[in-house]
């Protein structure tokens, strides 16, 4: 059993900053690629970040500049440190990891989401 805990939502002003964490807990034996995707009210969800266990880095354009994405393999733990917030981010924010149970098992698990408004 594996879980993924996100921290760190809230209301924030345009132009303000968030960091949002997720911690895996479990029977982990490894953990491959981490990421954030996210969905707005009506929308579809969408990649936000992705990082791959080597430290590789891949944005949405839509972020790009603004949101970096980072993890501590130690803690088992990615971070999205948001910055220059728009209204247009405002949505529920997900983690995402590839975890190995074994040597030969891989699954994709998903947090419970966190959510993110923009707003003055």
């Known amino acids: 059993q594996v879980q993924l805990v996100e921290s760190g939502g809230g209301l924030v002003q345009p132009g303000g900053s968030l960091r949002l964490s997720c911690a895996a807990s479990?029977?982990?034996?490894?953990?491959?690629?981490m990421g954030w995707y996210r969905q707005g009210q009506g929308k579809q969800r969408e990649l936000v970040a992705a990082i791959t266990s080597r430290g590789s880095t891949n944005y949405a354009g839509s972020v790009k500049g603004r949101f970096t994405i980072s993890r501590d393999n130690a803690k088992n733990t990615v971070y999205l440190q948001m910055n220059s917030l728009k209204p247009e981010d405002t949505a529920v924010y997900y983690c995402n990891a590839e975890v190995s149970l074994s040597i030969a098992t891989m699954y994709g698990y998903w947090g419970q989401g966190t959510q993110v408004t923009v707003s003055s």
């Open positions: 479990g029977s982990i034996f490894s953990i491959n690629g």
